[in-house]
């Protein structure tokens, strides 16, 4: 059963589409997916030494949002999930059909009901807008096979004073989760994941942009 969904949540949510409805609105769309495609090509190579893909495998993108990494696993067998897919539906950007390789599915990770089914679960800049941060991870886990491998990747607080502060005060509604980068590793780590890579990807000014890569044993 779903978690009662919180307050923060809910506007977070109405704010992402309102956020990507802004972000796009004058963005070429052909332009745009190219870009897009180049971005994720350039990740995957960045974390090929942990991550291999393209591989004919069950993959999934949990809070693909309207561009995610399914636009470049056209080898794999991809299963897409995003509680907005339907108000995503209404940008000219997200066309669904040009991704025969993606089933598409609109839920919140919260209530993903998939036991030991990818290979490799990705994550990416989804964590930290979700309703139930510990039941999320619990879906992710039980998602993935043993030996899988997840790639998480999110905004991580630099800063202790800042989190906190964060935390009590809304200064990222986007944002439900305030966490730095051991908050996130010890979500992996404390479910029985390996940890197998944790760094920072891009530095900011408050923030770091951080990718953590786990496996199943």
């Given at each position: 059963?779903?978690?009662?969904?919180?307050?923060?949540?809910?506007?977070?949510?109405?704010?992402?589409?309102?956020?990507?409805?802004?972000?796009?609105?004058?963005?070429?769309?052909?332009?745009?997916?190219?870009?897009?495609?180049?971005?994720?090509?350039?990740?995957?190579?960045?974390?090929?030494?942990?991550?291999?893909?393209?591989?004919?495998?069950?993959?999934?993108d949990a809070g693909c949002g309207p561009a995610g990494v399914y636009m470049v696993l056209e080898q794999d067998r991809v299963t897409a999930i995003d509680p907005?897919?339907?108000?995503?539906?209404s940008l000219p950007h997200f066309r669904p059909e040009q991704y025969p390789w993606v089933q598409f599915e609109q839920l919140p990770l919260e209530v993903l009901?998939?036991?030991?089914?990818?290979?490799?679960?990705?994550?990416?800049?989804?964590?930290?807008?979700?309703?139930?941060?510990?039941?999320?991870?619990?879906?992710?886990?039980?998602?993935?096979?043993?030996?899988?491998?997840?790639?998480?990747?999110?905004?991580?607080?630099?800063?202790?004073?800042?989190?906190?502060?964060?935390?009590?005060?809304?200064?990222?509604?986007?944002?439900?989760?305030?966490?730095?980068?051991?908050?996130?590793?010890?979500?992996?780590?404390?479910?029985?994941?390996?940890?197998?890579?944790?760094?920072?990807?891009?530095?900011?000014?408050?923030?770091?942009?951080?990718?953590?890569?786990?496996?199943?044993?």
């Amino acid at each position: 059963m779903a978690p009662k969904k919180n307050w923060k949540w809910r506007l977070a949510q109405q704010l992402e589409y309102r956020w990507w409805q802004r972000y796009l609105r004058h963005k070429d769309v052909s332009a745009y997916t190219r870009d897009k495609q180049r971005y994720w090509h350039t990740m995957l190579a960045d974390i090929a030494p942990w991550v291999s893909v393209n591989r004919g495998q069950e993959v999934l993108d949990a809070g693909c949002g309207p561009a995610g990494v399914y636009m470049v696993l056209e080898q794999d067998r991809v299963t897409a999930i995003d509680p907005l897919l339907d108000k995503y539906g209404s940008l000219p950007h997200f066309r669904p059909e040009q991704y025969p390789w993606v089933q598409f599915e609109q839920l919140p990770l919260e209530v993903l009901d998939k036991t030991a089914q990818f290979d490799l679960i990705f994550c990416l800049n989804a964590i930290n807008h979700v309703n139930d941060l510990e039941l999320s991870y619990d879906r992710l886990v039980q998602a993935l096979k043993p030996g899988g491998t997840l790639v998480v990747s999110t905004d991580a607080h630099r800063n202790t004073f800042l989190k906190k502060i964060f935390q009590w005060i809304p200064g990222d509604l986007l944002h439900p989760v305030q966490m730095d980068l051991p908050d996130y590793e010890a979500r992996l780590t404390g479910r029985g994941l390996d940890l197998v890579h944790s760094g920072v990807y891009k530095h900011d000014f408050i923030f770091d942009y951080c990718i953590m890569i786990a496996r199943k044993p």
